[in-house]
């Protein structure tokens, strides 16, 4: 928001007099700019519609926002003894003559850049699984038993996950090697465990072994149990003849 850093120390005399000047400053630049010096509600316009009275609060912000970015550019060289209280009353200013403004700019900043962080750390988990990964180019789907993820891919580049999933337990293990998809059934339920449901089944065996929806936390009896998301997806995009890679 502002480069204000706070203090306990008592103002001194000058600075009153800086956050003073940091009010009036803002104020008078509103005015030479035509932005009013305070916001009250907006009237409302026969004919107006709410979209149109949000859009219109939008813009007056924008513009308080444009006159504050400003102000504080033109004090930036101030001494700190002075620049600090000034640029605090820009800020206090501009926080009464358009409240919330500054912290929902703020607020979107701080979502922006959450976002974009997560999105280089994917960028990051997927090269590192490219540069890891042991299946063949060849395979559209691709299961990694030991780390308890799947992933699709084309020509060996990953085009949806990795993704979470549990597999078979001791005794039912899920088996490993090339396979290709067989048939898919969307409500399919078990008949070998008393019709238990799995969603979105999309079979890589004839001996009953498929992706499905179901829990990721326990293991299976020899399927590849996904989130809902996931298995929807892996239904809608893989196809009979389609290889299947579990190692």
Not at 103 to 124: F, S, T, V, W
Not at 216 to 229: D, K
Request: positive net charge; glycine residues 8%.
């Amino acid at each position: 928001m502002s480069n204000y850093i706070g203090t306990h120390r008592r103002p001194s005399r000058t600075g009153r007099r800086a956050a003073s000047f940091g009010i009036a400053f803002l104020a008078a630049s509103s005015l030479g700019s035509g932005v009013a010096s305070a916001q009250p509600a907006l009237p409302t316009i026969p004919g107006t519609s709410p979209q149109e009275l949000n859009q219109a609060r939008e813009n007056f912000n924008d513009g308080v926002l444009g006159v504050r970015d400003g102000a504080i550019r033109d004090t930036n060289n101030l001494p700190d003894e002075a620049r600090v209280p000034v640029q605090q009353g820009i800020d206090d200013t501009t926080n009464f003559v358009a409240p919330g403004a500054l912290q929902k700019r703020e607020d979107a900043r701080i979502a922006a850049q959450q976002k974009a962080d997560a999105a280089r750390a994917a960028a990051a988990a997927a090269a590192r699984a490219r540069a890891n990964n042991p299946c063949p180019p060849s395979a559209r789907a691709c299961v990694d038993l030991a780390n308890n993820r799947t992933w699709l891919q084309n020509n060996g580049k990953i085009t949806y996950g990795p993704v979470t999933m549990s597999h078979g337990k001791p005794g039912q293990e899920t088996p490993r090697g090339n396979f290709t998809v067989q048939y898919k059934v969307r409500d399919e339920v078990s008949r070998e465990f008393n019709n238990a449901p799995m969603p979105f089944a999309t079979y890589f065996t004839n001996r009953g072994h498929a992706f499905h929806q179901g829990t990721t936390n326990t293991q299976s009896a020899g399927c590849v149990r996904m989130n809902r998301a996931d298995a929807e997806f892996y239904f809608n995009n893989l196809n009979p003849g389609d290889r299947v890679f579990i190692w």
